[in-house]
């Protein structure tokens, strides 16, 4: 990491962290780290989120050819970073860079940017961050925990991580086991209980079970659930039927808050209203996402937004801006 861009960061840490924790049951997870005003899955974006006192900060994990685990959110490279500059004859068949086909010292020769379209190679979000300016790096799994976990001792605060495992049958599919490399690292450093400040989430049931019941982990794991991304295991089940068998290995879910709202109107499952609620009946911890300041939908504003969360009784939320959310919810409970 760029020894500026950590000095400037901890400078905004100082100012940050000079008011108190939230006090509300909302856990605020930082989504991406602060992904609205640095790109997604940089060091310095999480050194910033960090400093805006969430509960969690999330890493999206992908295994390198050499099995070392990037926070990096796709599988593939042309949407952050610079790979077609740097490698221009390492695309497959289909015009993508793969995480797998490199070596994290290769990885590591590459800038990250702002997400851009891959073809159109415009800005996602227009009025973030500066696509291809500045000096921003991929970084290993590792390297974040460490971080977070020095900043924890140094502020004397308990951050948590956030990790989902990124397409596993697709590493699968590549002969690698994600999971049981990532839960060998979590183990490393501490994470093995759900009381360690570690929520593990992956959107493939197979692999969650799995987890669970072949490799025993006793961490606290969360089903991400998304209508048209839904796995196997949940097609043609209600949304009782789905929690109902969520329950049996996880301790929560993760659904996309937009389809809560459209519910029966418009998703193709029947009354997916009503999730939380479900949820809730089978014990089960429900954390939507992904709320944005600057797609607020049908919404007048970010406030409305959060307040919607508090009517869907939710648990907890995934943000990019988790300044607004940390500042709405401390004044709920004031």
């Known amino acids: 990491m760029n020894v500026k861009y950590f000095l400037i960061l901890i400078g905004c840490l100082s100012v940050l962290s000079c008011s108190s924790s939230s006090e509300s049951d909302m856990l605020v997870i930082a989504h991406r780290g602060a992904s609205a005003y640095l790109p997604e899955h940089t060091l310095p ?3 910033l989120a960090y400093g805006m006192q ?9 295994l390198t050819k050499d099995d070392i685990p990037i926070v990096i959110h796709d599988i593939c490279l042309e949407t952050t970073t610079n790979v077609e500059d740097i490698f221009p004859d390492r695309k497959r068949e289909d015009g993508k860079y793969y995480v797998i086909d490199f070596t994290w010292e290769e990885l590591s020769c590459l800038n990250v940017s702002e997400r851009f379209d891959a073809q159109t190679k415009q800005p996602v979000y227009k ?15 590792s390297d974040e925990i460490e971080m977070i976990q020095g900043l924890n001792k140094t502020m004397k605060r308990d951050v948590g991580i956030y990790v989902e495992i990124k ?7 590549e002969g690698k ?3 049981k490399i990532v839960l060998e690292l979590l183990s490393k450093y501490g994470y093995t209980t759900q009381q360690d400040l570690c929520v593990l989430q992956c959107f ?9 019941k072949n490799y025993l982990s006793d961490l606290f794991l969360v089903q991400l659930l998304e209508i048209g991304y839904l796995d196997e295991e949940f097609r043609n089940k209600t949304p009782q039927e789905i929690v109902n068998y969520i329950a049996d290995y996880a301790n929560g879910i993760g659904p996309w808050y937009k389809q809560i709202l459209e519910g029966k109107n418009q998703s193709k499952i029947k009354d997916f209203d009503k999730i939380v609620q479900l949820a809730h009946e089978q014990h089960l911890k429900v954390h939507a ?3 944005r300041a600057d797609d607020l939908a049908d919404f007048k504003s970010y406030e409305a937004l959060l307040q919607k969360a508090e009517e869907l009784e939710l648990d907890g939320i995934f943000t990019d801006h988790p300044d607004l ?10």
């Open 325 to 334: 959310a940390v500042s709405y919810f401390k004044k709920k409970n004031r």
């Open 204 to 212: 493939d049931a197979v692999e969650l079970k799995k987890i669970r």
């Open 127 to 141: 009025e973030r961050f500066p696509i291809h300016t500045s000096y921003f790096k991929l970084h290993r799994l």
């Open 45 to 47: 974006a999480k050194a």
């Open 54 to 62: 969430p509960d969690y900060i999330e890493q999206d994990v992908v």
């Open 177 to 179: 086991d994600i999971s």
């Open 167 to 173: 397409e596993p049958q697709f590493h699968r599919n």
């Open 289 to 291: 996402f992904t709320f």
